[in-house]
């Protein structure tokens, strides 16, 4: 099988997916975070096809070419596809369409929250996980309203002035900091794919994937079986939440990254995918 990606179309119950697929061996299924896409992961990608694994990389919903409700004209109100919840429960039949029953998952920031729930809600499909800059959630009800209000405002600014505008904005917001250090060509790829983006379906998974509108999973994390690494910026200004999830999980490991901020597969990727290899090459014992 060829080491170059190729591009799966798939209808999982009524939602078309575009997926990413390499390599040959177990899988690794990997999650982007919020206005990436399965293209974030290309690095990683042919670092794992070259050590004999298959990388699964889908587009989550709202994002490249997956859309984010069932396409029925008959039903233009249908609800979003594009929630956590239903994300999660949607990459179960997704990895079986691939010829995958399980997969070692990596997920980033909003990845890493659907990850949590795969783990959670469809533990058979896990085998190691590797959260990089996980939230679980926002436990206060007060915040976690406060959060959808801000999310939706975002959503009708995308709306109203357009993705290139939006994405600018994006990209000066505190939390994105670390990726100014980044080099020109991984920024401007970064770029790239944030501007291919539907105006319409980032606005969806904000309002729908945000950390205000998912079922939070403080409370749930004991549930977690698979062994877990949890990848954390030295420099990420939300690394309290990240160490709160290792802290949550059993036996959950904590790596950082010194040197970086909120996404290290991009500030620090040689290190970021060193700790993502020797993890999922170890040896764990049930």
């Not at 939006?166 to 100014?180: D, I, Q």
Request: aromatic share 4%.
């Amino acid at each position: 099988m060829s080491d170059d990606p190729r591009l799966v179309n798939l209808e999982i119950d009524g939602l078309h997916w575009v997926v990413r697929v390499a390599g040959s061996g177990p899988a690794l299924l990997l999650l982007h975070g919020f206005t990436g896409s399965g293209r974030s992961w290309a690095d990683l990608m042919a670092e794992a096809t070259a050590a004999g694994r298959t990388v699964i990389a889908p587009d989550l919903p709202g994002h490249g070419g997956t859309a984010w409700a069932p396409a029925d004209p008959a039903d233009p109100g249908s609800p979003s596809r594009a929630t956590i919840e239903r994300t999660a429960d949607d990459l179960a039949p997704l990895l079986r369409a691939v010829g995958h029953e399980r997969a070692d998952v990596v997920g980033y920031s909003m990845g890493a929250r659907v990850a949590l729930r795969l783990a959670i809600a469809h533990a058979a499909c896990v085998g190691r996980l590797i959260l990089e800059a996980p939230s679980a959630g926002i436990a206060d009800p007060g915040e976690r309203s406060a959060r959808r209000a801000a999310d939706e405002a975002l959503a009708g600014t995308l709306e109203r002035d357009g993705i290139a505008a939006f994405v600018g904005s994006w990209e000066r917001t505190p939390v994105l900091a670390g990726e100014a250090h980044i080099d020109a060509v991984a920024r401007a790829a970064v770029r790239e794919i944030r501007l291919a983006h539907d105006p319409a379906g980032l606005a969806a998974s904000l309002r729908n994937a945000g950390q205000g509108a998912m079922e939070p999973l403080h409370g749930r994390l004991g549930e977690i079986s698979s062994p877990t690494l949890v990848i954390v910026g030295a420099d990420d200004p939300a690394r309290d939440r990240a160490e709160a999830v290792a802290a949550g999980i059993p036996g959950a490991r904590l790596a950082t990254v010194p040197r970086a901020g909120h996404a290290p597969h991009l500030e620090a990727p040689a290190a970021f995918n060193r700790l993502v290899f020797d993890f999922v090459s170890e040896e764990h014992v049930a």
